[in-house]
T-cell receptor, first 114, second 116 residues
Framework: DGGITQSPKYLFRKEGQNVTLSCEQN?????MYWYRQDPGQGLRLIYY???????QKGDIAEGYSVSREKKESFPLTVTSAQKNPTAFYLC?????????????FGPGTRLLVL | AQKVTQAQTEISVVEKEDVTLDCVYE???????LFWYKQPPSGELVFLIR??????QNEISGRYSWNFQKSTSSFNFTITASQVVDSAVYFC?????????????FGSGTKLNVKP
């Protein structure tokens, strides 16, 4: 079955710790995205990647970092510089980056600060 | 200013009632796409429909229907004969070109509670 997987489902972070969220897709999509969702709000774009070895900052990139070494993988690291990391993180992918492209989403990772 | 406005924060209906979720968008582009997604309690966003700016024909898929009106910049979603399984948060989104990629703008979502 083709789809997007995210792990872990829940992640706990201690103060000053970096944590990495995994996102893998087997849809052969070129583009991948990371969004943050806070309670009662819509999705905000953190980073996106249109192709392997390339990525761009979204609207709220501060305190986050990404890599895109493989087409199917787009991990997100939440660094200690992100002062309010508690949120629901969603990974998405699309075939390309034209306006007609539908973004498909993974099941999400909920990050909590201890 | 909000690109996509979903004014209804939460709606509660009784099973079998019809319900309409409103979506108003703002864009200066002539070519754009509109989407609806469903987010059940599990959290994953499920794609429901995509509509391009040149196609104002209404669409019906089973109990779901969508009304796109460019004159009022609205893309409303109606569920007929609602069921408990329809309970979820529904997001409307606008895709328009920003530099060389398709930027998605999401509304803040409408939480639909369908009671038995």
């Amino acid at each position: 079955d083709g789809g997007i997987t995210q792990s872990p489902k829940y992640l706990f972070r201690k103060e000053g710790q970096n944590v990495t969220l995994s996102c893998e897709q087997n849809l052969n999509h070129d583009a991948m995205y990371w969004y943050r969702q806070d309670p009662g709000q819509g999705l905000r774009l953190i980073y996106y990647s249109q192709i392997v070895n390339d990525f761009q900052k979204g609207d709220i990139a501060e305190g986050y970092s990404v890599s895109r070494e493989k087409k199917e993988s787009f991990p997100l690291t939440v660094t200690s510089a992100q002062k309010n990391p508690t949120a629901f993180y969603l990974c998405a992918s699309s075939m390309g980056t034209g306006t007609q492209e539908t973004q498909y989403f993974g099941p999400g990772t909920r990050l909590l600060v201890l | 200013a909000q690109k996509v406005t979903q004014a209804q924060t939460e709606i509660s209906v009784v099973e079998k009632e019809d319900v309409t979720l409103d979506c108003v968008y703002e864009t200066r582009d002539t070519t754009y796409y509109l989407f609806w997604y469903k987010q059940p309690p599990s959290g994953e966003l499920v794609f429901l429909i995509r509509r391009n700016s040149f196609d104002e024909q209404n669409e019906i898929s089973g109990r779901y229907s969508w009304n796109f009106q460019k004159s009022t910049s609205s893309f409303n979603f109606t569920i007929t004969a609602s069921q408990v399984v329809d309970s979820a948060v529904y997001f409307c989104a606008l895709s328009e070109a920003e530099y060389n990629f398709n930027k998605f703008y999401f509304g803040s979502g409408t939480k639909l509670n369908v009671k038995p």
